[in-house]
């Protein structure tokens, strides 16, 4: 409505038309503030909807970042324990065991940088939430993922190797050469006695005793690869040089001097395949297994295959027939298979390990090699199986060095004849005393060392090892 000037109105008229127009132009104030008002209240309901938008996909963000962070914590936490524990092999990334110090840090960085985008990923007020939330910084450039979840490290820590299954297992598609060197040497004294007793004080008869010394030299190399990152396989080709020095008195020669029987022999010695596979993801304070089967060929020289001292048949009692081989093996000359499995459980700063195994050999028939090309059959002849275990513990003394020390013990069952118990053949109990030592020459290559000492009559007194794994 339109009001006119007021020079056509008296006074009353004036006024009430003014009263008028007062009262339309506060309606048309009113009308247009509700109209505002609901203009208003529906931007705000939209900016309200759209925040609450922009909230949950911020804490949908933050979550994912939370679970980064928490896998980084992880790995941070491994790669500190690997970095303890030194060396003796390489880790997931293919980096040789004891530079896990470097690994470490980063990852370390790693966690830092997760641990600052799980922070910056809060909700955040005004124009920079909404610029965040829309996948842009503050400087307006398209925001960039701040880390990717690294895969997790399933090897367990490497440690000094001081036993001939080693815990840490090659990296997919990497390979490890490893030449080592092995002395061995053992006395033993037997005691004979051939006679008869008149009480149990006197004994007449012959009393032979003899001293028995062998020294072994075994060199050779082992490959491994790996196949997957929980499976490997490893050739070993061994080379063996035996001597065999037998001290004793000649039976049923009245002499008081000592003779000498030396022999000696070398060559190939048995070669070797095993397949190992890591069944789980162990962890700090959690166990890894490590199943492996080995396969143990013939290729060696049987004992069976060298001259023996005997003419006709090996029957003590003549100068002839001193029953003793002329040229020393360089393998057992049986097929074997071996199962057997490996743990390992880290707890900070130590590692404990061991396995467990068992050795069963496909006996055949035998035929005795003597002199002068004349043999004598033996039948059938099935070696005794073989239960071990061993256990030990590593520790790591700086990043680049750790020492290990353990025991290893084997149960060698009697060997049979023909389905008959071998006379003379017994159970027999190996223990040895093992310490070995580590030290990272280069980020491929590594210097392992291990001294065995035997515990019973019947182990190798002295064992010495000297393994250099070459990583590619």
Partial sequence: MKCVPFRQFSAIGYAALLAFCVEAHAQSLETQAAQAGEANISALRAEVDQRLKELEALKRKLADEEGNFRQLSRRLNASQLESRHATGGTDANGLPVGAAATGGATAAAQAVQADQAAQGALPQSGENAGANAGGTDQAGTPATPVGQAPVADTHPPAVAPIFDQPGVLTPRHKFVVEPYFQFSYSSQNQISLVGYTIVPALLIGLINVSEVKTTTLTGGVALRYGLTNRMELEVRVPYVYQTNDTVAREPFVGTAA??????????????EATLRYQFNQGGPDKFYYIGWLRLKSATGKSPFDVVT??????VVGTTANTGLPLQQPTGSGFLAIQPGLTWLFPTDPVVFFGNFSYLHSFGKDESLT???????????????????????????????????????????????????????????????????????????????????????????????????????
């Fill in 258 to 271: 000592n003779t000498t029987i030396s022999s000696n022999g070398h060559g190939l010695g048995d070669v």
């Fill in 309 to 314: 001292d005997c003419v006709v048949s090996c």
């Fill in 370 to 472: 003597l002199r002068d090309g004349q043999t004598e059959f033996l039948g059938k002849i099935q070696p005794g199986d073989i239960w071990g275990f061993n256990i030990g513990m590593g520790l790591a003394l700086n990043e680049k060095a750790s020492v290990s020390i353990g025991y290893d013990q084997s149960i060698v069952l009697p060997t049979s004849q023909n389905g008959q118990t071998v006379p003379g053949s017994v159970r027999v109990i190996l223990g040895t005393l093992l310490i070995g030592y580590s030290y990272r020459l280069s980020p491929t290559t590594t210097l392992n060392f291990s001294i065995g000492a035997g515990l019973t009559r019947d182990t190798p007194d002295l064992t010495l090892t000297l393994r250099v794994p070459l990583s590619f």
